[in-house]
């Protein structure tokens, strides 16, 4: 297990886009907004980062099979899985059936072949624009 209190935000946004490269699962601990500390198991398809400027992880939940964001900055802990991607993930074309208003998300498409520390200082460039 990782506390992310103990890596800098690149090294942990490092090892999830490594993770989501290798579609391995996450266990994490995260706090809410009300305060309250919740652990889940998810499985991302996404990292993007919104309008305020915070990183989401974009994942479907393997209790609820249902597609969830969680803030980077509110992960307390997490440990990467071996395993592989259970859940199987709505289709992106599909209709949202509530819009959402008052966050707009950015996100940042990367080539095939580049590597995972790339990536974060592509996230790093797009986060200070």
Same mark, same amino acid.
């Given at each position: 297990m990782r506390h992310t209190k103990n890596e800098t935000t690149t090294q942990t946004l490092t090892r999830l886009i490594t993770a989501l490269d290798k579609q391995? @699962?996450? *266990?994490?601990?995260? *706090?809410? %907004? #009300?305060?309250t500390e919740?652990?889940? *198991? =998810?499985?991302?398809?996404? =990292?993007?980062?919104? &309008? %305020?400027? #915070?990183? !989401? !992880?974009?994942?479907?939940d393997r209790d609820s099979q249902e597609s969830r964001s969680f803030r980077l900055d509110r992960l307390v802990s997490y440990?990467?899985?071996?395993?592989?991607?259970?859940?199987?993930? @709505?289709? &992106?074309?599909?209709p949202k059936t509530h819009p959402a208003y008052g966050l707009a998300t950015v996100t940042v498409l990367? @080539?095939?072949?580049? @590597? %995972?520390?790339?990536?974060?200082? !592509? !996230?790093a460039d797009a986060l200070a624009a």
């Open positions: 391995q @699962p996450i *266990t994490i601990t995260y *706090t809410k %907004a #009300d305060g919740t652990i889940r *198991t =998810i499985e991302l398809y996404d =990292i993007v980062v919104s &309008a %305020a400027g #915070d990183i !989401l !992880l974009k994942s479907m440990t990467i899985h071996r395993t592989a991607y259970t859940v199987v993930r @709505p289709a &992106a074309d599909e990367y @080539p095939v072949d580049c @590597p %995972a520390t790339a990536r974060v200082e !592509l !996230l």
